[in-house]
């Protein structure tokens, strides 16, 4: 095997990329306090053709140096947007006709393994923050949580690796699918 080159890749511009069909998810940072987790996040949101991030009260905004550290220029091509306040956003996102789905270990929630959206589903996936999670007001505006089956001591991961497990879950059913 041979290591593909990076100018091998076939990237899209970022031209390209704000003209491509997206995936119809668009996810939601309720306070999370790190802003390389929310260049991650970006950078994980660009691999995907997602939607959008919506940045939420303490959330970082770009242009920040912490964020550029690990979205590695992702803020250049997802669109992002900043609410005072996640119920605000959960708000909008509701009318605009979106599934809100917090990523949380909740009573009653959905085994990510056990979640089917249909194809064309346009879903708002919230993560919380790194302490304290998703916001219970959040969690009850919600329309369900899901759950990442976790079996090990700690159960629970990362934001940033956790919004990659779901995001990369949902992308596979709701575009690799069809």
Same mark, same amino acid.
């Given at each position: 095997?041979?290591?593909?080159?990076?100018?091998?890749?076939?990237?899209?511009? #970022? +031209?390209?990329?704000?003209?491509?069909?997206?995936?119809?998810?668009?996810?939601? !940072? +309720?306070?999370?306090?790190?802003?390389?987790?929310?260049?991650?996040?970006?950078?994980?949101?660009?691999?995907?053709?997602?939607?959008?991030?919506?940045?939420?009260?303490?959330?970082?905004? /770009? /242009?920040?140096?912490?964020?550029?550290?690990?979205?590695?220029?992702?803020?250049?091509? #997802?669109?992002?947007?900043?609410?005072?306040?996640?119920?605000?956003?959960?708000?909008?996102?509701?009318?605009?006709?979106?599934?809100?789905?917090?990523?949380?270990?909740?009573?009653?929630?959905?085994?990510?393994? +056990?979640?089917? /959206?249909?194809?064309?589903?346009?879903?708002?996936?919230?993560?919380?923050?790194?302490?304290?999670?998703?916001?219970?007001? #959040?969690?009850?505006?919600?329309? !369900?949580?899901?759950?990442?089956?976790?079996?090990?001591?700690?159960?629970? !991961?990362?934001?940033?690796?956790?919004?990659?497990?779901?995001?990369? +879950?949902?992308?596979?059913?709701?575009?690799?699918?069809?």
């Amino acid at each position: 095997m041979q290591k593909i080159k990076n100018e091998e890749l076939e990237r899209k511009s #970022v +031209d390209e990329f704000k003209e491509a069909q997206k995936t119809p998810i668009i996810v939601v !940072l +309720d306070n999370v306090r790190s802003a390389l987790n929310v260049g991650s996040i970006f950078r994980t949101a660009d691999a995907f053709i997602i939607e959008a991030i919506y940045l939420c009260g303490i959330t970082a905004t /770009p /242009p920040n140096k912490e964020i550029q550290k690990s979205a590695l220029g992702a803020t250049d091509t #997802v669109a992002w947007k900043y609410f005072e306040n996640t119920m605000m956003a959960i708000d909008e996102l509701k009318k605009s006709g979106f599934k809100i789905a917090s990523v949380e270990q909740a009573r009653g929630s959905v085994m990510l393994n +056990d979640f089917n /959206p249909k194809a064309d589903e346009k879903i708002a996936l919230v993560f919380g923050h790194e302490v304290e999670g998703v916001k219970q007001e #959040v969690v009850n505006a919600s329309d !369900l949580c899901l759950e990442i089956p976790q079996h090990g001591h700690k159960h629970s !991961l990362n934001i940033s690796v956790c919004s990659g497990v779901v995001i990369w +879950d949902l992308f596979c059913k709701m575009i690799l699918a069809k």
